[in-house]
């Protein structure tokens, strides 16, 4: 049994270790508030929504989520700074108990109890996640800004002040 703990414990320090050693795949420049209202306006976040950021950067987005909709909120990013803005954030504005953040490679978090993703990524990294966009629950709302899928064609597409929000539902398999 101790071998089993042991192996299990070097296993999950590896993977922590590995994760808090890969640079993030992107600069952090954060989404503008009206931006955010905008996105979760158009994923029609409402309560029984789970919201997962990808690369949420210090946590603007699921923290406008739970205050304005009082839903579980995630962020997942790969900085360990941004997480302990997100987390300071998330206390600072009482959201605490409905968000939660970690640091981790968002190519191998588990997001799949999610009803709307948002994301803020480089083209290439939305086309590298959307396979496993597309393998979520049929209905869930995926919601980008500023960059697009490919192939993938949104259902809606708002251009405001420069800016481009994309909207998606994953759709029956």
Known sequence: MRFLLALAFAAATAAHA?????TPDVIYVPTPQYVINEMLRLADVKPGDVLYDL??????????AAMRHGIRAYGIDIDP??????????????????????????????????????????????????P??????????????QFDMGDWQPD????????????WTVPRR
């Not at 009482?94 to 799949?112: G, I, K, P, W, Y």
């Not at 999610?114 to 994301?119: E, G, I, K, P, R």
């Not at 809606?156 to 909207?167: I, K, N, S, W």
């Open 18 to 22: 590995q994760v808090v050693s890969r």
């Open 55 to 64: 690369g949420c950067g210090d946590g603007r987005i699921p923290i406008t």
């Open 81 to 130: 700074e941004r997480i302990a803005e997100a987390n300071a954030s998330a206390k600072k504005y009482r959201v605490a108990h409905l968000v939660s953040f970690r640091q981790e490679d968002l190519f191998t978090a588990n997001f799949s109890d999610a009803s709307v993703v948002t994301l803020y990524l480089l083209p290439d990294l939305n086309l590298k996640l959307r």
């Open 132 to 145: 496993r966009l597309l393998a979520l629950k049929p209905g869930t709302r995926v919601v980008s800004h």
């Open 156 to 167: 809606r597409r708002v251009d405001l002040e420069g800016r481009t929000v994309y909207l």
